[in-house]
């Protein structure tokens, strides 16, 4: 497993566990900003030691091909010494470090690959950091907004209990079949109480005085000739009188004359 599979693996299980005992949003968006600053410092640490390498097996891959140059320019000298077993030796130790070069940079070229691909990794889990921390304040609010709405989602569930509306009509009709029979009650005990005789009278009387306020309202507006104040007290004696009066009023009114 590679060093940026390990740290992804790492990274995806400490969110995972997150996530399961999350139990407020804006505390675990922190969290999860925290953490992936902790696993890029982690994976900056490991791609730094990986390059490390790199310039190790480079500087490595260097020092042999200058060895190998060194052996064989030994080999030149020993062949214008005349020295051809010197030279051959030369020539073999020329062929070692050739050799040993040539796969060091082998080696080299693989892992700077490597390690470019690990240095890409690294740029977009910091550009993925930097996104989650803008987007961190959205969530935050979504997650504020989706709380709101299900606490007023609950309260109308509570709401919707008709119990207590119910209760509530069956108390008005209640009070308003007490107020029926207080009423009623109080019409029977006018009904049935006082003198009878005396309230027909009153009625009587106030027809009387209707009549005389018309007769008088007539003589004040100058439709009717002014009568004596005996006259006026005598219409107010009784109704049949008043009647009577009225009756004479009208025919004044239209010009005609009476009998005595």
Excluded: C
């Excluded at 982690?42 to 060194?70: G, Y």
């Excluded at 020993?78 to 051959?88: F, H, P, S």
């Excluded at 030369?90 to 050799?99: D, F, I, P, W």
């Excluded at 009625?203 to 009387?208: P, S, W």
């Amino acid at each position: 497993m590679g060093i940026w599979e390990r740290v992804s693996t790492m990274f995806r299980s400490n969110i995972n566990d997150l996530i399961s005992k999350a139990e407020n949003p804006e505390k675990m968006l922190n969290q999860l900003i925290i953490d992936m600053k902790s696993q890029l410092a982690k994976a900056k640490q490991q791609v730094a030691s990986a390059i490390a390498d790199e310039k190790k097996l480079q500087a490595d891959a260097e020092a042999l091909r200058k060895q190998a140059e060194d052996w064989e320019r030994r080999a030149m000298l020993a062949v214008q010494e005349g020295r051809d077993d010197l030279a051959k030796q030369a020539l073999t130790r020329y062929n070692e470090s050739l050799q040993g070069a040539q796969q060091l940079h082998e080696t080299w070229v693989k892992h700077r690959a490597e390690t470019e691909n690990l240095k890409a990794s690294l740029r977009q889990l910091n550009d993925r950091i930097e996104e989650a921390k803008r987007k961190k304040n959205i969530l935050i609010a979504r997650a504020k907004r989706a709380e709101a709405q299900q606490r007023i989602q609950e309260t109308m569930s509570g709401m919707s209990d008709k119990g207590a509306f119910e209760s509530f009509e069956r108390m008005a009709e209640k009070i308003e079949s007490q107020e029926r029979k207080a009423i009623a009650a109080a019409e029977l005990q006018e009904e049935f109480q006082g003198d009878s005789l005396q309230r027909q009278f009153e009625a009587l009387e106030y027809k009387g005085s209707a009549d005389q306020a018309l007769l008088e309202l007539k003589r004040k507006m100058g439709m009717l000739p002014a009568g004596s104040a005996s006259e006026t007290r005598q219409l107010g004696a009784g109704g049949a009188a008043a009647s009577d009066d009225v009756h004479e009023a009208e025919l004044l009114e239209d010009g005609g004359e009476t009998k005595p």
